[in-house]
């Protein structure tokens, strides 16, 4: 039998070359794994909901904001006094201004379980945005989502998970 002789240079080479294989192997494993998903809670004075993992929460002046990690597709959530009786008329001026002179196109509007939902959409762009409202107590509820219109309908499940779970809470 021969003996293998390895030279400082060869054993050098070899332990270096498996670190970077491990590393690789490590790499590969940590991102190609999907990411669990779980369920999170917010609740302030006013309002308390559950929304995914996905989005990240900020508030900043009473504005609630949840976005993608890469910032193509957000909710923001704000409350408004309402002093208005007819809902439909101030619901409808509301979503319009929403996308006053950005070039979007109304597709769907609707009144069902105690909100009322517009669509629009800006083909040119290729974004849509959906505005959500709901009265109570005075108050109205706006959820602003918005989106790339090929990822509209990925990341509408978590605008649901948060309309579903959402409490007005009365003080």
Known sequence: MKKIIF??????????????????????????????????KYSNNYIKFEYDNSLKLNEKDGIITLETSDNNTSIVIQRLENSSQNEKEVAGSLAYQVVENKGYVETYND??????????????KGKQIEVVELFKNNYIYVFIYQSNSD??????????????????IDK
């Open 111 to 124: 009144y069902k379980d105690d909100k009322y939902y517009y669509l629009f959409e800006n083909y040119d």
């Open 7 to 40: 030279d400082t240079k060869l054993k050098l080479f070899l332990i270096v070359f498996v670190l970077i294989v491990l590393v690789l192997i490590g790499l590969i494993l940590k991102y190609s794994i999907p990411k669990k998903f779980s369920i999170n």
């Open 151 to 168: 990822e509209f309908d990925l990341h509408q499940e978590s605008l649901n998970i948060i309309l579903d779970s959402m409490e007005v």
